[in-house]
């Protein structure tokens, strides 16, 4: 089983609509999470942090459940600039550093 | 502004020849990493740094070698002995929580090897 599991998509979705994208993983002492947008052959750019309580910024919104070990987020009135990948980044301590990224979701938007 | 700068952007090589790639970041971050990204998948750690003068291998580490011989610099060398080189190497930096803060990026550096 991998550490970090996204479901690959790709997801097409016309403009306007929600998009939601999961993210499972493995390693129940992990501290922090993040999810990543990364452009068509560009570096991965932070989208939001992850936080227990759940947390917005505009039309994203992020939650963990540490009991299922499950992220999630929630993109609301899809642009046709969110078309990207999105990386699941889960940060763990135990045995030593340990940053692991799922090989992340594409969604393409369409007009 | 602050920020992470690798180069080049681009990078051709003949195979058997080692190449070293530059990061530097303005940060003040202690932390520095190398990814290296294949097509259509996910990111793999190569090396990491905590610290000046100190790192460790990631997942990856064979035929590749680095340096931390100054905070703002994490140069990489791929090595002829690296089976498969060409990819898209990704460099990072984290602050001052370290392994709990989000990565920063570089824009990266393709490297072709023929």
């Known amino acids: 089983r991998k550490e970090v599991e996204q479901d690959p998509g790709p997801f097409n979705v016309p403009e306007g609509a929600t998009v939601a994208f999961n993210c499972t993983y493995s390693n129940s002492a992990s501290q922090s999470f993040f999810w990543y947008r990364q452009d068509c052959r560009k570096e991965p750019k932070l989208l939001m942090s992850?936080?227990?309580s759940g947390n917005e910024d505009g039309r994203f919104t992020a939650q963990l459940n540490r009991a299922s070990q499950y992220i999630s987020l929630l993109i609301r009135d899809s642009k046709l600039s969110d078309s990207a990948t999105y990386l699941c980044v889960v940060n763990g301590l135990a045995g030593g550093f340990k940053t692991i990224f799922g090989a992340g979701t594409r969604l393409f938007v369409k007009a | 502004d602050g920020g992470i700068t690798q180069s080049p952007k681009y990078l051709f090589r003949k195979e058997g020849q080692n190449v070293t790639l530059s990061c530097e970041q303005n940060l003040n971050h202690d932390a520095m990493y190398w990814y290296r990204q294949d097509p259509g998948q996910g990111l793999r750690l190569i090396y990491y740094s905590q610290i000046v003068n100190d790192f460790q291998k990631g997942d990856i580490a064979e035929g590749y070698s680095v340096s931390r011989e100054k905070k703002e610099s994490f140069p990489l060398t791929v090595t002829s002995a690296q089976k498969n080189p060409t990819a898209f190497y990704l460099c990072a930096s984290s602050g001052a929580d370290g392994p709990l803060s989000p990565l920063h990026f570089g824009n990266g550096t393709r490297l072709t090897v023929t």
């Open positions: 992850v936080y227990s």
